[in-house]
């Protein structure tokens, strides 16, 4: 198991923060899946991780917005710098 410093924690919540930022300013129109997929997509650009419970819990917040757009955007509460192969 990797052990990271509080500074690359902080660092990876930080990428990670920024793909679900990105991922909710996504159109509201879009399907949950797309939202997924931008996330995914974010998250992979930003070389970071989340669990899948995380994953799909920022998932179904983004996509709450539709219905209540002042609910505001989810905050990660975990993630993990990916580790190289």
Known sequence: ??????EELQ??????QAAVDT????DYSASDAKIADKLQ???DAAG???DTPEFERLVRE???LKDDEDAGTPT???????TQA
Not at 23 to 26: E, K, M, V, Y
Not at 76 to 82: G, I, M, N, R, Y
């Open 11 to 16: 660092a990876a919540r930080d990428a990670a």
């Open 62 to 64: 983004i996509t709450a």
């Open 48 to 50: 970071v991780t989340v």
């Open 23 to 26: 991922a909710t300013s996504w």
């Open 1 to 6: 198991m990797n052990s990271y410093t509080d």
């Open 76 to 82: 990660v509460e975990a993630a993990l710098p990916k």
């Open 41 to 43: 997509e974010g998250l």
